[in-house]
């Protein structure tokens, strides 16, 4: 079962942040605020045990590990995909090693597409539903 906390979770993102070394808080920042200029209206939530960003759904879910930063679901759009292509861990999620500098933009591309797709996704869905 996923637990999911109430989409007004700043506070909440916060104190998943700060269970990580200084360096790593300053990166996780970084890419909480590229996906946030890509999706201004977005709620911010802890799902999945990670931060996440929704909009008309799941937008992106991103967290940190020992070496990366990982970033989630896989992103469908064909050019963005060719992008990401060297950060392709398992299962298509991406891998932002935390030994070189972060791809803000790249990652913001990401975010984006990704939202593009949950708006088509939920129109889709509401289409279905009015059918």
């Known amino acids: 079962m996923t637990t999911v906390q109430p989409a007004a979770a700043p506070e909440a993102i ?3 942040f700060s269970a990580h070394p200084a360096a790593v808080q300053a990166v996780l920042r970084q890419v909480r605020q590229a996906i946030l200029a890509e999706v ?7 799902s999945y045990s990670m931060p996440a960003v929704f909009h008309h759904g799941v937008v992106v ?5 020992k070496k990366h930063i990982g970033l989630y679901p896989p992103v469908r759009n064909a050019a963005v ?3 990401v292509a060297p950060y392709a861990g398992p299962k298509g999620n991406l891998q932002f090693p935390l030994s070189a500098p972060m ?5 913001g591309a990401v975010a984006r597409a990704r939202m593009q797709e949950c708006v088509q996704e939920n129109l889709a869905k509401a289409g279905k539903r009015g059918a």
């Open 81 to 83: 995909r060719k992008q």
């Open 40 to 46: 201004p209206d977005g709620q911010e939530r802890i």
């Open 14 to 16: 916060e104190a998943d």
């Open 61 to 65: 879910y991103y967290a940190a590990f």
């Open 103 to 107: 791809p803000l933009e790249l990652i």
